[in-house]
């Protein structure tokens, strides 16, 4: 069903956020990434960056890649999150809505072939960064348990994944 490959394919797939290495990007010719932060950088239920999270942060800004959080989580989740490490954020983004996807390029600087979007959910990101013509980069969510908002989006998303690997168009996630 091409409908569902053009809406809910992502461009890539990896394991882990900190897969998606500065020489990745620059081998897709990528200059910034907006990326989900609840169960794509840390668990939808941890408040603060990891070690690992502020390595691979500091590790994309040391490769002038910019970065900016797109996430659909309210203000005080998103904010708190972002503000103590200075990085640029868009909190209740309505993802998969186009209007913040338009507004992060905005705020990046970047074109939509520069840029591309790092997340968990097919529904939410994927869904939007193709609707939005951005490339798309999916990856197994950090924690199996989601907030109870997505819990429908999973279920659906199931569904499509199992359409994905029927047809070989995913491997990674076994």
């Given amino acids: 069903m091409k409908i569902i490959e053009d809406k809910f394919l992502p461009s890539h797939f990896v394991n882990r956020y900190e897969d998606i290495t500065p020489e990745f990007l620059k081998a897709h010719n990528i200059k910034a990434v907006m990326t989900d932060l609840d169960n794509t950088l840390v668990a939808f239920d941890e408040p603060d960056?990891?070690?690992?999270?502020?390595?691979?942060?500091?590790?994309?800004?040391?490769?002038?890649?910019k970065l900016l959080i797109l996430s659909n989580g309210n203000d005080n989740r998103v904010a708190g999150f972002a503000e103590p490490h200075g990085i640029e954020y868009i909190s209740s983004a309505k993802k998969p809505m186009l209007a913040n996807f338009h507004r992060g390029l905005k705020l990046l600087g970047t074109k939509k072939a520069n840029t591309v979007m790092v997340g968990d959910q097919l529904m939410t990101d994927v869904f939007g960064a193709n609707r939005a013509k951005i490339n798309s980069i999916l990856v197994v969510p950090v924690k199996e348990k989601d907030g109870w908002a997505t819990?429908?989006?999973?279920?659906?998303?199931?569904?499509?994944?199992?359409?994905?690997?029927?047809?070989?168009?995913?491997?990674?996630?076994e």
Avoid at 57 to 65: G, V, Y
């Fill in 49 to 65: 960056a990891d070690d690992n999270v502020l390595k691979w942060i500091k590790t994309l800004e040391d490769s002038n890649i």
């Fill in 151 to 173: 819990y429908l989006n999973r279920r659906i998303e199931r569904v499509i994944m199992k359409y994905f690997k029927k047809k070989n168009m995913i491997t990674w996630e």
